[in-house]
């Protein structure tokens, strides 16, 4: 994502609690919090999201630069074999989607989903 989607979602969050806080003027502290938490776990969500597919997503099949990962039996290079994606769990509930490329092992055969 984008710095200023970043920028702009942040103020979204911001702008939400204080619309919340008017609308509950008599919230308790507890209510405040839990309202905030749960703006903030959307937040969490997509910044946990671009981090682990900053690393993640890079095509290692198609751009030289990125190379291959290696079966860790063989220690020969993996063959690209298209993308998965894969749902993850976050700590707040919130639930990540990756997209990688996984691959297979040319000698023994085996798929990867290379876990970096
Ligand atoms: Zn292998």
């Given amino acids: 994502m984008e710095r200023n989607e970043w920028l702009s979602m942040s103020e979204k969050v911001l702008s939400d609690v204080k619309e919340w806080r008017k609308a509950h003027p008599k919230a308790t502290f507890v209510e405040i919090e839990d309202e905030v938490?749960?703006?903030?776990?959307?937040?969490?969500?997509?910044?946990?999201?671009?981090?682990?597919?900053?690393?993640?997503?890079?095509?290692w099949g198609r751009d030289r630069s990125e190379p291959a990962p290696t079966c860790p039996t063989c220690h020969v290079s993996l063959q690209a074999r298209g993308k998965r994606s894969r749902t993850l769990q976050g700590n707040g509930g919130e639930s990540v989607t990756l997209t990688r490329t996984y691959g297979t092992c040319p000698k023994c055969g085996e798929s990867f989903f290379p876990p970096r």
Wanted: charged letters at 30%; proline letters at 0%.
């Fill in 37 to 59: 938490h749960r703006r903030m776990v959307q937040l969490e969500a997509q910044l946990l999201q671009d981090a682990a597919l900053e690393s993640s997503s890079r095509e």
